[in-house]
């Protein structure tokens, strides 16, 4: 059984227009996604597509004017607002995208120590800041004494030593240095190989592609195709949806040709396939209607067309 299980989610937000009128702006909608136990899924997408909407929905953290609906379980039960409490930064935790979530008046060395649950708190984390090539005297520093790059390891740092059973890492590794990139995806592995459930969201689908087990790839808020991490091979020809393929064919050392068009923006969704507008194999049909997710090939995917 899955211990993450994400089925028709959608987020909206509640936003006053001129005239305080009061518009809803759809920005995730059918997101389906499942993490098992020593299992890393990595949820790709482009900037906007709803990848740390979708963190904050898991962790119950979404900004007050949002609107959820859809079913989160986890370990088999639905998860309501208080056992979101109850489990976050215990048994499920984040690794933010923004530096900003660590706690300004508090040195970084005590916000990593109040997450250790086994062991010594002083040892773990000192362990810990070596492995994240983080100086000994960062512990001392509260987190504006720290460089953004030293922020984020910071954060990583928190969110691997906790022993939580569901690890979320929004984006952990940008513009950090190879050599910490490198450790903090063999840090997740590691977690997962050890039986935790690591869900890693990334818009780098060759680095995620180093440790991930499966990929979901979002696009303008929906999720279109899930794969096993092996599907990205060759020239895609095992990848279902034409943005999952486009996307693997867009790296560097595979074609390195460039999706034409761009994701659109939440409040101007095609009312079809929210693709449609920039794919090769669009019919009359796809501009109608939104394709449902559909199993294919031990995968899912979002297409009419896929085969
Ligand atoms: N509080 C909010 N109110 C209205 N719209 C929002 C709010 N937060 C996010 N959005 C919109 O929701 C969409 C998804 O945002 P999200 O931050 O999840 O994207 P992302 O995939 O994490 O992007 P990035 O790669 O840039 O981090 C974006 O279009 C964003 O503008
Ligand atoms: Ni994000």
């Known amino acids: 059984m899955p211990i993450l299980e994400v089925d028709d989610l959608s987020v909206s937000f509640m936003q006053y227009t001129r005239g305080f009128k009061q518009t809803r702006l759809q920005v995730l909608q059918g997101v389906q996604l499942s993490v098992g136990r020593g299992e890393i899924v990595a949820v790709i997408g482009s ?57 300004p008046l508090m040195k970084v060395g005590a916000q990593v120590r109040s997450s250790v649950r086994t062991g010594d708190p002083l040892v773990e984390q000192r362990k810990s800041f070596e492995r994240f090539r983080l100086p000994p005297d960062a512990e001392n520093r509260y987190p504006h004494q720290l460089s953004g790059g030293m922020a984020r390891r910071v954060l990583v740092s928190t969110a691997t030593i906790s022993g939580a059973s569901l690890l979320i890492a929004d984006e952990p590794t940008p513009g950090l240095d190879p050599a910490v990139v490198q450790e903090t995806l063999s840090t997740l592995r590691e977690l997962a190989d050890q039986g935790a459930a690591v869900l890693l969201i990334s818009h780098d689908l060759e680095s995620a592609l180093r440790v991930a087990d499966r990929v979901a790839v979002l696009y303008a ?47 101007e969704l095609p009312d079809g396939c929210l693709f449609a507008p920039r794919c090769a194999l669009a019919t009359s049909e796809c501009g109608r209607e939104r394709p449902p997710m559909r199993v294919l090939r031990e995968g899912k995917t979002r297409c009419f067309h896929a085969t």
């Not at 595979?254 to 659109?264: T, V």
């Open 47 to 103: 900037s906007g597509s709803g990848k740390s909407l979708l963190a904050h929905a898991v962790l119950g953290i979404l900004p007050s004017n949002a609107a959820m609906s859809g079913t989160i379980r986890y370990d088999g039960d639905v998860l309501t607002a208080q056992r979101q409490e109850q489990l976050r930064g215990r048994e499920i935790a984040l690794v933010p995208q923004s530096v900003n979530f660590l706690d």
């Open 221 to 267: 808020g929906t999720t279109v195709e899930i794969a096993a991490a092996e599907d990205f091979a060759d020239s895609g020809q095992r990848l279902r949806h034409p943005y999952a393929k486009a996307l693997w064919r867009a790296l560097p050392q595979n074609e390195f040709l460039p999706i034409p068009g761009s994701q659109p923006q939440p409040g």
